[in-house]
């Protein structure tokens, strides 16, 4: 079962999950969603990208191409490998 905590909500849209660990703040992501499903966090010492509107996300994984740094993942290859 999927649990959608409203913290969880600004890590995955239906589609994608997003690693804020892996992220190395560059943006590529923000610019490939045509979607505008995602953000920035740009603080001084605080940068990453965030999902802003989880639900216009239609599952285009174009943000996930345009990550170089695998900090966003397929929702679908994420949940199929956790053991049952
Ligand atoms: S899967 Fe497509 S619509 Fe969803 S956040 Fe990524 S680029 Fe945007
Ligand atoms: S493309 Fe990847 S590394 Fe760059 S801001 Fe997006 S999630 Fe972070």
């Not at 890590?11 to 892996?22: M, N, P």
């Not at 969603?33 to 285009?60: S, T, Y």
Request: hydrophobic share 35%; charged share 25%.
């Amino acid at each position: 079962m999927t649990f959608h905590s409203p913290f969880q909500r600004h890590k995955e849209t239906l589609y994608i999950r997003l690693d804020t660990s892996r992220c190395k703040a560059c943006w590529d992501c923000v610019q490939a969603c045509p979607q505008g499903v995602l953000g920035k966090v740009d603080l001084h010492f605080h940068r990453h990208a965030h999902i802003d509107r989880a639900e216009n996300c239609k599952g285009c994984l174009l943000c996930l191409d345009a990550c170089t740094h695998q900090a966003i993942l397929n929702r679908e290859v994420v949940y199929d490998n956790v053991p049952q």
